[in-house]
């Protein structure tokens, strides 16, 4: 009979960078996809922008602030965030509230609050509590939902859309609504309720027209003939095919770009620095960038795959999913393939707020990702 002591084994300290990562909640795929495509954002910014290092720089802090805030998130374990969901939907309803009373405009657009130390939108924060609230109702009940857990899903996914649509900013409503669909549909909705949505929508369409800012009106018109108006309305996406069909399958070459250097794309370093992208590199940097984003996606899906139960499964899919959306959106439309709507294209488009956003949620997938890893070692 052995009587010695049991030893028990000395945890192994991690050798490898991916190792090392997971200790700190960080995914090694997305981390690396992640910075691959921001660092061909800044490249391409520099040369949209005009050479200009101040972009650069003010480019790259904000990017440092959204990892920041995706590390941080990384290390709050999901149940926090199923928890949270119900607190963070209302107070993100509120500020939209707030928005069309005291916002401020600009750009005949009410969609900032100005606190006086920080002036920001509310709606980016609904592009993460919508997912959150979806997945948070949905957890426990019977899936595929009722009808009755469908309506009030609905109803849930309306309120701050309309509120959003209100400000007006159709872009952004477009992807609060996304984020909130694709969580009914990972949730197991029925097709029936799809195609009834989409007759209904089809239905409204006249009335909703009706109900569209004249410069949401002239963007529609704009997408179904861009030649009736080639120096006004229609100049943007004009300009936009000349640089991306200009850039054939190589491209012209990094800083070799004309379209934007001699100012006829407007709008080149936001919304349609895809242009610019696909100008210098051409057909092959567009399948580079494509694959990029795809691999990001598998990414996030394949997260949700694996999720421990229904709210980590519905949260992170619908996370990936509306990345996709992202890129789906705003690639179709500087391609002329859908109206003109105002969606940055994620991790190249110049701004702050949106890239911090994104970012936000990625450090949600990572956390979804690491923490499932530990409940199973």
């Known amino acids: ?18 190792e090392r990562l997971q200790r700190l909640h960080i995914d ?38 959204g ?14 965030y199923r928890a949270a969901a119900p607190w963070f939907y209302g107070v993100a309803v509120l500020l939209l509230m707030l928005v069309l009373l005291l916002g401020d405009h600009a750009k005949g657009a009410q969609r900032w609050l100005d606190l006086g130390v920080i002036r920001f939108q509310p709606s980016e924060m609904m592009k993460l509590g919508m997912p959150m609230m979806v997945a948070a109702w949905l957890h426990g009940r019977a899936l595929p939902p009722t009808w009755k857990v469908v309506l009030i899903t609905l109803a849930i996914i309306g309120v701050p859309a309309v509120l959003v649509m209100m400000q007006p900013d159709l872009g952004t409503a477009l992807l609060i609504i996304s984020a909130g669909a694709f969580g009914l549909y990972l949730g197991g909705l029925s097709w029936r309720w799809i195609l009834g949505a989409l007759a209904a929508a089809a239905a409204a369409a006249p009335l909703l027209w009706f109900r ?4 949401q009106r002239q963007r529609v018109l704009t997408f179904l003939d861009p030649e009736r108006d080639p120096l006004g309305t229609g100049y943007h996406i004009t300009q936009s095919k000349i640089a991306i069909g200009s850039g054939g399958v190589f491209g012209k070459g990094w800083l070799h770009g004309t379209q934007a250097k001699l100012d006829f794309l407007p709008e080149s ?13 051409g057909m092959m940097g567009v399948i580079l960038l494509l694959g990029l984003y795809t691999m990001v996606v598998g990414r996030g899906l394949f997260i949700a795959l694996r999720g421990h139960d229904s709210f980590q499964r519905l949260l992170a899919g619908s996370l990936a999913l509306t990345f996709f959306i ?10 002329g393939l859908m109206p003109v709507v105002g969606v940055p294209l994620p991790l190249l488009s110049y701004g702050g707020t949106s890239a911090v956003t994104l970012l936000a949620g990625f450090g949600m997938l990572m956390s979804i990702h690491t923490h499932r890893k530990l409940l199973t070692s």
Do not use: K
């Open 1 to 18: 009979m052995n009587t010695g002591t049991a030893l028990t084994p000395t945890p192994r300290s991690p050798t490898t960078w991916g």
């Open 67 to 80: 990892l920041a805030v995706m590390a941080a998130l990384a290390q709050v374990p999901p149940d926090y």
């Open 269 to 281: 370093h936001t919304d349609f620095i895809f242009a610019v992208y696909s100008e210098e590199m």
């Open 326 to 335: 992202y890129v789906f959106i705003n690639m179709g439309m500087v391609m």
């Open 212 to 215: 569209l800012h004249e410069y």
């Open 28 to 65: 090694l795929w997305l981390l690396t996809l992640l910075l691959a495509i921001a660092c061909i954002g800044l490249i391409t910014l520099y040369s949209a922008s005009g050479h200009s290092l101040s972009a650069i720089f003010a480019q790259a802090q904000r990017l440092l602030l």
